[in-house]
Antibody, heavy 115, light 112 residues
Framework: QVLLEQSGAELKKTGSSVKVSCKASGGTFRTYSINWVRQAPGQGLEWMGGIIPVFGTGKYAQKFQGRVTITADESTSTAYMGLSSLRLEDTAVYFC????????WGQGTQVTVSS | QSVLTQPPSMSADPGQKVTISCSGS????????VSWYQQLPGKAPRLLIY???YRASGTPDRFSGSKSGTSATLVITRLQAGDEADYYC?????????????FGTGTTVSVL
């Protein structure tokens, strides 16, 4: 089992950017499939994108292309999700998830966007 | 918005059975394994079933998964109060227009 510790809640203005971190412990970080999933208030789960550190390049849902960047730092076993040009509708809980079948989930990071 | 359709809600008495459907297409369920996730109120989701019908570590044998064509099913038998949660199906999708991984719309299970 992989333990995932995410960074704390963020309050952002519309048009700004946010970067959420996810530190992993257990297993071999460089071969993980690391994904980011978000959940808006009262809504379902939405996949944003993912990365396998050993390959280095993130893959993203078309909806977020151009606004999201997912990276991984093998030296610290930490993954990052950056989202730019924030909109009110980006208010959500953001989860990092490890595994091709989404086996292990972080605790979630609340991102609130206000005008 | 989601390409996988689930019933919004289901309810049953304790001890009864609940069957949750997840309908997709040939670009997702029809050609890939399905996972199921349980999200208790206020908690992060957790993996229940992977590769269509394998229980994740810690998943009671009251939970089972299956698939037929472009639809998948999660069955919960001997329903308990602690099973009250939202349940989501998920799978990889070959259609780049929707994203590489897709989740179902979610089903809220209530125990009467």
């Amino acid at each position: 089992q992989v333990l995932l510790e995410q960074s704390g809640a963020e309050l952002k203005k519309t048009g700004s950017s946010v970067k959420v971190s996810c530190k992993a412990s257990g297993g071999t970080f460089r071969t993980y499939s690391i994904n980011w999933v978000r959940q808006a208030p009262g809504q379902g789960l939405e996949w944003m994108g993912g990365i396998i550190p050993v390959f280095g390049t993130g893959k993203y849902a078309q909806k977020f292309q151009g606004r999201v960047t997912i990276t991984a730092d093998e030296s610290t076993s930490t993954a990052y999700m950056g989202l730019s040009s924030l909109r009110l509708e980006d208010t959500a809980v953001y989860f990092c998830v490890v595994g091709l079948t989404f086996d292990d989930w972080g605790q979630g990071t609340q991102v609130t966007v206000s005008s | 918005q989601s390409v996988l359709t689930q019933p919004p809600s289901m309810s049953a008495d304790p001890g009864q059975k609940v069957t949750i459907s997840c309908s997709g297409s040939s670009s997702n369920i029809g050609n890939n394994h399905v996972s199921w996730y349980q999200q208790l109120p206020g908690k992060a989701p957790r993996l229940l079933i992977y590769d269509t019908n394998y229980r994740a570590s810690g998943t009671p044998d009251r939970f089972s998964g299956s698939k037929s064509g472009t639809s998948a099913t999660l069955v919960i038998t001997r329903l308990q109060a602690g099973d009250e949660a939202d349940y989501y199906c998920g799978t990889w999708d070959r259609s780049l227009s929707v994203g590489l991984y897709v989740f179902g719309t979610g089903t809220t299970v209530s125990v009467l």
